[in-house]
């Protein structure tokens, strides 16, 4: 045939939508600050630092949580007020209803980790509701990487408090069949290694899907506006009322997944910390 | 013409499985997430001196529920890459 043949790229083109789409999940990507034309397997040659778009907020991030905690507690008082009921607040949350909920009194000595893990993911991501601003968490290399220091702990814990022969031992429990014990074996090392990538594909998907979503919606508002038909007086306050609304849900997320992170590390901890007595 | 026209179903297929993925793998993660909240619910209403504890484990319940649905939602992004 020599008719003129559109490819599929070029359909993609020139449909607005797709167009749209695919640039939002550029933008979305990490990218090197400097030198964009790289590709990242080219800025990440070994020994050699590129900062992304992403390790960027993700410092501001860092940079803002100490700020806020060496503000608050700059001048502790008996009576709590403004910033510096905040962070106690926030402090006392995490240590209370989160480590002692899971863990019993004792939780109170894995404080300082699990409150590290919960306020560097909630900081992280409350920042990327900020529009430039990107979440530091909504990439898997940052979410896995804490998937695997929590995984590292939780089972140094377990080795350490139990030692190394009876915390493996545990993953059978007693009175299992010997026959099935061996399959019982690989069922919990699975379910194990397991879980640090479920704990970094929950944190990433639902920072990476919010964006997507609220992108999505502002795409159709572009749209609306430069392509003016009646459908355009119909899809546009829709979408505006939808970022509104999105956008309050994203914030609920954001403290939810830390929630949830910072919680499953406790129940984690407190498997391996009681591996011998089941 | 012939590659072409391969690499159009190829692409066209990896995009429906892509769909198929995040829809199906979001219907079993609606369903329980929708099931630990009636639950929950339920609970509370029979023993409310219990909320605290139940939210705690509601939450714990619905972390790992919801990681199913998204293993769908990253999938559909690995099947999208298919060229």
């Known amino acids: 045939m020599s008719a003129p043949t559109v490819t599929v790229a070029e359909q993609a083109a020139a449909d607005p939508l797709t167009h749209g789409i695919e640039k939002l999940v550029h933008e979305l990507s990490v990218l090197p600050l400097k030198g964009e034309h790289l590709g990242i397997a080219e800025s ?181 506006i430069e392509h003016v038909s009646a459908t355009s007086f119909v899809v546009l306050p829709l979408s505006f009322v939808m970022q509104i609304v999105l956008r309050g849900f994203e914030l609920f997320v954001a403290v939810l997944q830390a929630y949830i992170f910072a919680i499953l590390t406790a129940v984690y901890i407190n498997g391996a910390l009681h591996a011998s007595e089941h | 013409m012939h590659d072409q026209e391969e690499e159009v179903v190829i692409g066209s297929l990896s995009v429906l499985g892509a769909g198929l993925a995040f829809g199906l793998g979001g219907i079993g993660a609606a369903l329980g997430i929708g099931m630990i909240g009636s639950k929950t619910i339920e609970s509370m209403a029979r023993q409310p001196e219990m909320a605290g504890r139940l939210q705690t484990t509601m939450f714990i319940a619905l972390g790992m529920t919801e990681a199913i649905g998204l293993l769908g939602f990253v999938l559909a992004f690995v099947l999208q890459g298919v060229k």
């Open chain 1, 44 to 224: 990440y040659s070994p020994g050699h630092f590129t900062l992304t778009n992403y390790t960027f907020w993700m410092l501001i991030a860092f940079a803002l949580t100490v700020l806020f905690f060496v503000v608050a507690s700059r001048k502790p008082k008996l009576v709590p007020s403004g910033i510096y009921n905040l962070a106690e607040a926030g402090v006392a949350f995490v240590r209370d209803s989160l480590c002692a909920e899971v863990m019993g009194p004792e939780g109170r000595k894995y404080f300082p980790f699990i409150g590290t893990v919960f306020f560097f993911v909630l900081f992280n991501n409350l920042l990327g509701n900020i529009p430039p601003a990107l979440p530091g968490t909504g990439t898997l290399g940052t979410t896995f990487m804490w998937g695997l220091i929590v995984f590292t702990v939780y089972n140094g814990i377990g080795i350490k408090k139990n030692g190394l022969g009876r915390y493996i031992k545990s993953f059978i429990p007693s009175g299992t069949p010997l026959w099935l014990a061996p399959f019982i074996f690989v069922l919990e090392l699975i379910s194990h290694f397991l879980r640090p990538i479920t704990l970094g594909i929950r944190l990433y998907a639902n920072m990476y899907a919010g964006h997507i979503m609220l992108g999505v919606f502002a795409i159709f508002m572009g749209i609306a």
